[in-house]
Every structure is written in C-alpha cells, then in structure tokens.
C-alpha cells in the first residue's frame, strides 16, 4: 500500500494514471450515447406494450362478462321460441339489469321467464293458501281478489328484486367512488394516461368495492375498443345510475372534446362527491330521531317504566299484606288474656 501511494510522487507514473484516465473518459464519452438507446423510442414501446396489455386484458373481460355470447340456456331457448323478449316489453330491463350488475343475454333471458312465470306460481300459491289452509274468512269476492294479488305480484317480483339489487350495488359503489377519484386523480397527475389510470385504480379499489373495480374494468375494456371514448363515459354514468358518475362522465367527456386538463377537473369532481357523501351522512344523522321514535316507545319506555315502577310495587304489595294481618293480631290478643286470667 505504501509502495502504491509512493507511485503518484514520480511524475512518470502520474502521467500514466492521467493519460489511462483521460482514454477511459474518451471512450465513455464516445460509446455512452450508443449505450443509452433513444428514451423517446423506449417509452413509446412500453407504452405500446401496456395498451396491448390494457387490450387483452379488456377482450378477456368482455369474454368473461358474457356481453357477446348468445343464452343457450333452457330459459333462454324457452324466452326464444315463445318471443317473451317482445310479449314482457320493457324499455327499461337492460338499464336495470345494467344498474344491478347483470349483464349480456343470460339475465335478460331469466328476466323474462321469471315474469312469465311466477305470476302462476304466485296464483298456485295462493289458491292453496286461501282454499285449502286459512281463507280468514273472506267472501267468494276477496278470495278471488286474493288469486289476483297473488298474480300481480309475481309478475311485479322480478322488478322489485332488482331494483332492490341495484340499489344495493349503486350504495357500494358510491361508499368508495370519492376515494376511487382521488386515486385516479394522483395516477391522472403522475402521467398515467386515463385508461392506465382507471385499471390500476380498479386493482386497487378491489377490496372496498368490486362492483366498483367491475365498472372501471369495463370503462377500459371501452375505451380501447369504442370509437368515441365518450360513449364509454356515457356507458359508466348509464351503468351507475348515480348523479356524482354523471357529473364525473360528463367532466371527463368535455375534457377529452376540449381538452381542458383532466387533473383539475378531478380534483373539483373529488371534492363534490365528498361533500355529497358527507351530506349523505348528515342526512341520515339527522333523520335518526324521528326514526328512534317509535322503537324507543315500543322497548325502551316499557322497560323504564317496569324498573321505576316495579319496586313501588312491591312496597304496595307489602303494605297491602301488613295491613291484612294486622286485623287478625288485634282479634287474637284479647282471647290470650281472657284465657291467662282463668288460668
């Protein structure tokens, strides 16, 4: 070590270490940029190779959700040949069906047999009901008034289980959207391009809400195969049905027409729907008492009265026995001293 340190005081050997130096650094310089390849050409190949990825990924989901495949199921060669589809017209069943998560020809098939059907095993139901169990005593009129209820709703049924469904899919979807639009806002701002922004957030709002993740996975599978990217926004507010998607869609859809910046129009739409989330909230604070009315008349005041009460009660019920027995004391103190003074 000593020897090496003692190199760099002759002057031959510095000029040695300075002119290998000097060739490392030519080198370096000259074969560097070589090295280094154009970034322009490798960000637009990765950017190529994740909207291929995107494309898959998007085909496959298409294929899993069934939106291109024909029912062949009973029910959907039933629906078929007995041409329910335009017997049971309803304009609004695809956007219901949309609303509640049930997609393609397969639910739209089940939709229709179940309106089909259950008006008579409603009607079987309640003929059995009314003539063979209990017909509470009702007149030959309300007995055949009840078949008809029992009719009715059956066919009413299926709307009301999915309205219901829907409103249950629409609630998770709106606990979780304003966190969801923060996080496509800080994808949006660190570069990502919309549709790399909608499918990380749809990985990773997967565990608050799936149906959430669900519809973001099928904006993607949109916006890579929709000629106008605007109908795949219009698609998700149709799909949601909520006015904070609808405000949201819209945004996003002037923003691609004019382009205006995406960021500050998501931070804008974040921040009303969590406004609208706490309004939500207070609105169902403040509704609280009136709802508590008449369960705390029902369980609470009975229990109070039964505990303020109840030992008051007892106080009677024993004043009542003290008294009782006092009469019969005062009858028999006088027999014992007429019988001490005969003794």
Avoid: W
Avoid at 28 to 36: D, I, M, N, Q, S
Avoid at 65 to 86: P, Q, T, Y
């Amino acid at each position: 070590m000593y020897d090496f340190l003692l190199s760099f005081s002759r002057p031959d050997t510095l000029a040695a270490y300075l002119v290998a130096g000097a060739v490392f650094g030519t080198f370096v310089t000259v074969f560097l940029p070589y090295l280094k390849g154009d970034k322009l050409e490798t960000r637009l190949k990765a950017v190529s190779n994740q909207r291929e990825k995107l494309r898959k990924q998007s085909r496959a989901t298409l294929e899993n959700k069934g939106l291109r495949r024909e029912d062949k199921s009973m029910m959907g060669n039933i629906s078929s040949k007995l041409n329910l589809a335009k017997a049971l017209e309803d304009p609004n069943v695809v956007k219901l069906l949309n609303q509640a998560g049930l997609r393609g020809p397969g639910p739209i098939s089940a939709f229709y047999f179940a309106r089909m059907a259950l008006p008579f095993v409603g009607l079987v139901l309640t003929f059995v009901y009314i003539f063979f169990v209990n017909d509470h005593g009702f007149n030959p009129v309300m007995k055949y008034g009840s078949l008809a209820f029992g009719a009715a709703a059956g066919f009413y049924a299926p709307n009301m289980y999915v309205s219901n469904l829907a409103a249950k899919r629409q609630k998770s979807i709106m606990r979780a959207f304003p966190d969801a639009l923060d996080m496509l806002l800080i994808c949006v701002e660190a570069g990502m391009s919309i549709e790399l922004g909608f499918n990380k957030v749809s990985q990773e709002i997967g565990t608050a809400s799936p149906e959430l993740a669900e519809e973001f996975g099928l904006t993607v599978a949109e916006l890579s195969y929709l000629p106008d990217r605007r109908q795949a926004y219009d698609n998700l507010a149709g799909r949601t049905g909520h006015e904070g998607v609808k405000a949201v869609c819209m945004a996003l859809s002037q923003a691609e027409r004019y382009g205006t910046p995406l960021g500050s129009a998501l931070r804008v739409m974040a921040k009303e729907n969590r406004e609208m989330r706490m309004s939500e909230a207070e609105k169902k604070a403040a509704a609280l008492p009136a709802k508590l009315t008449v369960p705390m008349i029902l369980f609470f005041l009975p229990v109070l009265f039964l505990v303020v009460l109840g030992p008051a009660y007892i106080q009677y019920q024993s004043m009542q026995k003290g008294n009782e027995a006092a009469p019969a004391l005062s009858s028999e103190a006088p027999q014992k001293i007429r019988s001490g003074h005969h003794a």
